[in-house]
């Protein structure tokens, strides 16, 4: 099976633009979940998508938005970009529900993000 | 709220030596998981072993193996025979109530040929 793939690989933006990432989960995978990476803040939980839907979301801004497809494909929003935004974006994906809690994740070799 | 705490920055280890990487927690829920994920320089995720809070049996994986102390809310990962592919960044992360992963700050392991 292919792994969870993340598009694009790098990123250079610049203030005050938008920027949208994508990530295609594992076959059969329904649950996407999307983690900002810094060296200052570390690893932090952005949302989870499932079934198309937001199922939870983390303690960022409203500019940090997403979406799921049918086919479970996730796209991430990040509008209005801020020079902090610059980190990795890492998608993961899981079979099911992350509230199933045994579900493990499997991780993408993330998208880095440059805010100029 | 949970917390994942690593208190060691940087291990290093020899060739072929054994290391263990230390992780405490802190949840009030009774039912969840715990992980240990190994990032490369590549900075690839890879899961390296979890283990199940209603398990007593440490979970193991060929050369990595687990110290769960659920009363002490301990979760440290020892790896043996470490090997050169084994440098990266190791993040221990917890999953509960929340329905998210909450991850350690990591600790960076340098393996020494």
């Known amino acids: 099976k292919a792994g969870v793939t993340q598009t694009p690989r790098y990123l250079i933006k610049t203030r005050g633009q938008q920027v949208t990432l994508s990530c295609s989960p594992i076959s059969g995978h329904r649950s996407v979940s999307w983690y900002q990476q810094t060296p200052g803040q570390g690893l932090q939980f952005l949302f989870e998508?499932?079934?198309?839907?937001?199922?939870n979301k983390g303690n960022f801004p409203g500019r940090f938005s997403g979406r799921q497809f049918s086919n479970s494909r996730s796209e991430m929003n990040v509008s209005t970009l801020e020079l902090g935004d610059s980190a990795l974006y890492l998608c993961a994906s899981s079979p099911g529900l992350l509230a199933a809690l045994q579900e493990t994740q499997y991780f993408g070799p993330g998208t880095r993000l440059l805010v100029l | 709220a949970q917390t994942v705490t690593q208190s060691q920055p940087e291990m290093s280890v020899q060739e072929a030596e054994t290391v263990t990487l230390s992780c405490t927690y802190d949840t009030s829920e009774s039912d969840y998981y715990l992980f240990w994920y190994k990032q490369p320089p590549s900075r690839q995720m890879i899961l390296v072993i979890r283990?199940?809070?209603?398990?007593?049996q440490n979970a193991t994986e060929n050369r990595f193996s687990v110290n769960f102390q659920k009363a002490a809310k301990s979760f440290s990962l020892k790896i043996s025979d470490s090997q050169l592919g084994d440098a990266a960044m190791y993040f221990c992360a917890l999953i509960q109530g929340a329905q998210k992963l909450v991850f350690g700050q990591g600790t960076r392991l340098t393996i020494n040929p």
């Open positions: 998508y499932f079934s198309e839907t937001q199922r």
């Open positions: 283990q199940e809070a209603y398990k007593q």
